[in-house]
């Protein structure tokens, strides 16, 4: 779901403004007005991956384990947003119940030209975020317009 | 709706196969294995911009007003999958409620910059569709491989 990237992102901005402090989850989900349960399944995936640290108990609480430039935009976004395995249901087309002899060409074979096309869509979109780091994301909260200026540079 | 790009796409390939013979949107229902208004909905979509020509009673039906090579892939998608207007529900921070003197400028600033990623990302999977037109979709349903390939030649 686009609003865990977003979470992410977030949060890690966030742990870097409070470096070298330990942040506890409830910390995190007043400032992102979000639910503690959801930030804490977010920063539990982010945990697993190496971003941050965590201590439990009275003064515990997440730090980050990485420089923001370490971070890449991309990995972010295929760590929440897991590319789609199938797009079965994208498309019509050929099922598993047809009798294929009495199939037309078009509705026997639109299924693998589609999942083709989604597939290399998909992972072109997912190459833009490759190209950043959340110090790039940083740069922008801080001063606008970094990403439409890039893009802007690609037209020319 | 993804699947509503999919229907379009496959609809317009069928008409193209039965040219110049009138196709009711009952038969492409019973083709694509869809319900009947799902496609009339679709195909009337598609009738408004001119891709086809629909002409009602007994022996009406629909025929392709234009060419596979005018047909372009990006606008197909366009018009069958508008860009998302506001990212807001996808995005943490800055809500209308909020004192914003006392909002962190993380906060405060990252709708804006989440706002701009997304767009460019989502302009740029677009442009990717837009190289396209229905007869290079054609030429891959009869021969498989067409867009990896792209995507191959792109990458060395």
């Known amino acids: ?54 201590t439990v108990g009275k003064n515990g609480g997440y730090q980050l384990e990485k420089a923001l430039t370490e971070m890449n935009l991309g990995d972010l976004y295929d760590l929440t947003i897991p590319p789609t ?15 294929e002899a009495t199939e037309s060409p078009i509705a026997a074979n639109i299924s693998e030209t589609l999942t083709d096309l989604f597939t290399v869509a998909d992972r072109q979109y997912r190459a833009y975020y490759h190209q950043f780091t959340m110090a790039d994301l940083q740069r922008d909260i801080e001063h606008h317009g970094t990403f439409l200026a890039k893009e802007r540079g690609l037209d020319s």
Chains 1, 2 share one sequence.
């Open 1 to 54: 779901m686009k609003l865990d990237f977003s979470v992410a992102v977030h949060s890690l901005l966030y742990l870097d403004a409070h470096r070298p402090n330990k942040v506890s989850s409830r910390e995190l989900a007043q400032s992102l007005h979000l639910n503690p349960v959801m930030i804490r399944n977010i920063l539990s995936v982010l945990h697993k991956q190496g971003y941050l640290i965590g």
């Open 85 to 99: 395995l199938s797009y079965a249901r994208f498309i019509t087309g050929h099922s598993g119940t047809d009798d």
